[in-house]
């Protein structure tokens, strides 16, 4: 019987452990990646893949804000964090760091699909 107690104690703390990971940091809809507001993500060719590193700073972040992690979140999956200029955390999928687009006013707009042809929206 103790066996079986230590066994279930076990199991309790393992499946509290799982709740504690850190949740998708993107959605999907309409065949797009979307951040938890619902607003279109977009990726920028200038960034090199699995560089760990967003070329898309001051300015450009105004126009093209990053998908801000938190110091605590971390890679799961395809996503990664990755440590922006200013020393803040950002979200990667595949590699590619994930932005929103400034224009962009509502959950579904996809105005930012080719901007420069650099700027495209970013898919699962």
Known sequence: MKL??????AAALLGGCASMTTPAPAGVADGVLVGPNGMTLYVFDRDAANSGKSVCNGPCATNWPPL?????DK?????TVITRDDGKKQWAMK????YYWAKDSKPGDKTGDNVGTVWHVAKP
């Not at 079986?4 to 104690?9: E, G, I, K, N």
């Open 4 to 9: 079986l107690s230590t066994a279930l104690l």
């Open 95 to 98: 590699g590619k760091p994930l």
């Open 75 to 79: 890679a799961a999956g395809d996503y």
């Open 68 to 72: 801000m992690a938190s110091d605590a």
